[in-house]
T-cell receptor
């Protein structure tokens, strides 16, 4: 089946540093979504990408839809303590209703 | 806009018992999804409704699982004869009508099931 490889699995950074994480797939996706999940809560949508090459920002977050349509990255600039959480990429293959998720990147921020 | 609402937030049940969870999607969202998430993993797709029609079911959805959306609004997920392996977070998500390929899914806070 289709799988998403998300890296890194975890990151420990200092407050103020920039963060970069990415997601790759073995097959083409028509949509890439990035979510953040806090412990015991549901994922919260951060950014949605719909076109190959698209670069979209949401405050300190920037995400890009890879030209090959098989990858995406998420950057967080000037990290703050509330950025702590697990970040998931998710892809929509287009032919089905469901989203396929990566295993997440756990972000820890030292004040 | 109240977002996707799930009830209960937590459920502890004895093995072998039946449990039912409810999801109220964002109003006017005709698409509704159920996902399951275990510790350290991303959400895994279980099933998908468009209005009242159940259009997709994952292989993860065993015969003990059944989902309904009778009037195309709220949905229920029932697990019969629960097993310890059913312990997980059950997430519901909804999406607005698809006019293009845009498919943003908005998640509820989940129902944490613990089978003892």
């Amino acid at each position: 089946g289709q799988q998403l490889n998300q890296s890194p699995q975890s990151m420990f950074i200092q407050e103020g540093e920039d963060v970069s994480m990415n997601c790759t797939s073995s097959s083409i996706f028509n949509t890439w979504l990035w979510y953040k999940q806090d412990p015991g809560e549901g994922p919260v949508l951060l950014i949605a990408l719909y076109k190959a090459g698209e670069l979209t920002s949401n405050g300190r977050l920037t995400a890009q839809f890879g030209i090959t349509r098989k990858d995406s990255f998420l950057n967080i600039s000037a990290s703050i303590p509330s950025d702590v959480g697990i970040y998931f990429c998710a892809g929509h293959p287009g032919s089905q209703g469901n989203l396929i998720f990566g295993k997440g990147t756990k972000l820890s921020v030292k004040p | 806009d109240t977002g996707v609402s799930q009830d209960p937030r937590h459920k502890i049940t004895k093995r072998g018992q039946n449990v039912t969870f409810r999801c109220d999607p964002i109003s006017e969202h005709n698409r509704l999804y159920w996902y399951r998430q275990t510790l350290g993993q991303g959400p895994e797709f279980l099933t998908y409704f468009q209005n009242e029609a159940q259009l997709e079911k994952s292989r993860l959805l065993s015969d003990r699982f059944s989902a309904e959306r009778p009037k195309g609004s709220f949905s229920t997920l029932e697990i019969q004869r629960t097993e310890q392996g059913d312990s997980a977070m059950y997430l519901c998500a909804s999406s607005p009508p698809r006019r293009t390929l845009n498919t943003e899914a908005f998640f509820g806070q989940g129902t944490r099931l613990t089978v003892v």
